[in-house]
C-alpha cells in the first residue's frame, strides 16, 4: 500500500518568506509526527497529533512554526520569517496508534537562502 | 529528557563479515528502542525494534538486543552485503502518551565488496 508522501520534496525559499509543507500519512493512521534533520544528525521531534490535536508540541523550537491537522489525517507544517537557520529535512511519520511503529515519509530538503 | 548516544560515528566491514552498531539510553523509563536504516536522499525506513519486555529479537540476519540494566542497546548485521551501506539510527522512546523518538546522531556504515 501507499506509504507516507510528502510534498514538496524540495522547497527554496528566501530569508524573511512564509512556507508550507505537506504530509499525507498512512490511511488510517491516526497518530502523525513531524521530526527536523539537519545534515549530519539524527531526527529530532518537533510535533505530535493525535487525531486532528497537537497533542505534544514541545518541540516547536519558537513561535514562527505551526502545525495543523484538520480532518486527522493530512497535516501542514507552517513557518513564518524564515531564518537561514531553518534549512533542514522536514520529516513526517505516521503509526496505527500510539505506541507502534512509526513510519517515516521522503522529507522535504528545505534550504532558506 | 532522554538522551541517546551512539558509537561509532562510522564503521567498515568486508562483505559478509558482521556488524555491530551500539547505542546507550539515559531515561529508564524509555520502552521502545527501533532502528532505522537511511540511504542518500531518502527517509528513515523502520528494519527492527524491541521493546522492553524482551532482551533479544531476530530478523533474518538482523538482530538487536536490549540491556536493560545497563541501559544499552545493539543492531547485530551478519553476512553483510553492499547492500547494507547506510547510514544506521537507533532511538528510544516511552510508548505511552506520545510516542517521540529520540534519535542518536547515526553510524555510517560500509560494507566493502
Known amino acids: 500500500g501507499a506509504g507516507v508522501s510528502q510534498t514538496p520534496s524540495n522547497k527554496v525559499t528566501e530569508k524573511g518568506k512564509y512556507v508550507e509543507l505537506r504530509c499525507d500519512p498512512i490511511s488510517g493512521h491516526t497518530a502523525l509526527y513531524w521530526y527536523r534533520q539537519s545534515l549530519g544528525q539524527g531526527p529530532e521531534f518537533l510535533i505530535y497529533?493525535?487525531?486532528?490535536?497537537?497533542?505534544?508540541d514541545s518541540g516547536l523550537p519558537n513561535d514562527r512554526f505551526f502545525a495543523v491537522r484538520p480532518e486527522g489525517s493530512v497535516s501542514t507544517l507552517k513557518i513564518q520569517r524564515t531564518e537561514r537557520g531553518d534549512s533542514a529535512v522536514y520529516l513526517c511519520a505516521s503509526s496505527s496508534s500510539i505506541g507502534s511503529e512509526q513510519f517515516f515519509g521522503p522529507g522535504t530538503r528545505l534550504t532558506v537562502l | 529528557g532522554e538522551n541517546v548516544e551512539q558509537h561509532p560515528s562510522t564503521l567498515s566491514v568486508q562483505e559478509g563479515d558482521s556488524a555491530v552498531i551500539k547505542c546507550t539510553y539515559s531515561d529508564s523509563a524509555s520502552n521502545y528502542f527501533p532502528w532505522y536504516k537511511q540511504e542518500l536522499g531518502k527517509g528513515p525506513q523502520l528494519i527492527i525494534d524491541i521493546r522492553s519486555n524482551v532482551g533479544e529479537k531476530k530478523d533474518q540476519r538482523i538482530a538487536v538486543t536490549l540491556n536493560k540494566t545497563a541501559k544499552h542497546f545493539s543492531l547485530h548485521i551478519t553476512e553483510t552485503q553492499p547492500e547494507d551501506s547506510a547510514v544506521y539510527f537507533c532511538?528510544?522512546?516511552?510508548?505511552?502518551?506520545?510516542?517521540?523518538?529520540?534519535f542518536g546522531k547515526g553510524i555510517t556504515l560500509s560494507v566493502r565488496p
Open positions: 532511538a528510544a522512546s516511552w510508548a505511552g502518551a506520545n510516542s517521540k523518538l529520540t
Open positions: 497529533f493525535q487525531g486532528t490535536g497537537a497533542a505534544d
